[in-house]
T-cell receptor, first 115, second 112 residues
Framework: DAGVIQSPRHEVTEMGQEVTLRCKPI?????LFWYRQTMMRGLELLIY????????DSGMPEDRFSAKMPNASFSTLKIQPSEPRDSAVYFC?????????????FGDGTRLSIL | DAKTTQPPSMDCAEGRAANLPCNHS???????VYWYRQIHSQGPQYIIH???NNETNEMASLIITEDRKSSTLILPHATLRDTAVYYC?????????????FGPGTRLSVLP
């Protein structure tokens, strides 16, 4: 079975550039989550969607971050303009919550470095 | 929100059982206990979850105390590939959705 697929796996770009991270959730899952992981702050939830609708974006650090889910099989996390402090590993996860209390399944992440 | 407490690190000899403890003394009656692990440079991997009964799958066993204030994840025969950070999470269920809060976890080192 295909798991959660994220692209790119690594991204290195200069400060001020726009960065777009992509995620394909597991087929049939109705929840999608974006997390960020750093050494200092650990794993933090940024935003999550239910049936393509953003439910809680209180973890998004600031207006430079935005996320969309145009359909059930694709989501993007965009940073514009990017800053060095955005350097982190960004994970996408999905779950099938209709059955209740189901685990989230994570992709292998995008390692982002902003120079 | 129920919080969890785990030891920061543990060692285990290869081939032996690894017993990873977790305290969650403020857990509510409808909150599940989940365990994940993260191997270096990979995403968190789901291991097991339970409510009040002990659970077992192909990866591990989960033992939850009767009062539900603590639990133990058991890897019956640890291998070097089980070296990872293990997270115990109590699922916070909100009115309109769900949330997982990852703490610092336990860094398990399986030694040859």
């Amino acid at each position: 079975d295909a798991g959660v697929i994220q692209s790119p796996r690594h991204e290195v770009t200069e400060m001020g550039q726009e960065v777009t991270l992509r995620c394909k959730p597991i087929s049939g899952h109705d929840y999608l989550f974006w997390y960020r992981q750093t050494m200092m702050r650990g794993l933090e939830l940024l935003i999550y969607f239910n049936n393509n609708v953003p439910i809680d974006d209180s973890g998004m650090p600031e207006d430079r971050f935005s996320a969309k889910m145009p359909n059930a099989s694709f989501s993007t996390l965009k940073i514009q303009p990017s800053e060095p402090r955005d350097s982190a590993v960004y994970f996408c996860a999905s779950s099938l919550e209709r059955q209740g209390n189901q685990p989230q399944h994570f992709g292998d992440g995008t390692r982002l470095s902003i120079l | 929100d129920a919080k969890t407490t785990q030891p920061p690190s543990m060692d285990c000899a290869e081939g032996r059982a690894a017993n990873l403890p977790c305290n969650h003394s403020t857990i509510s009656g409808n909150e599940y206990v989940y365990w994940y692990r993260q191997i270096h440079s990979q995403g968190p991997q789901y291991i097991i979850h339970g409510l009040k009964n002990n659970e077992t799958n192909e990866m591990a066993s989960l033992i939850i105390t009767e009062d539900r204030k603590s639990s133990t994840l058991i890897l019956p025969h640890a291998t070097l590939r089980d070296t990872a950070v293990y997270y115990c999470i109590v699922r916070v269920k909100q009115n309109y959705g769900q949330n997982f809060v990852f703490g610092p976890g336990t860094r398990l080192s399986v030694l040859p």
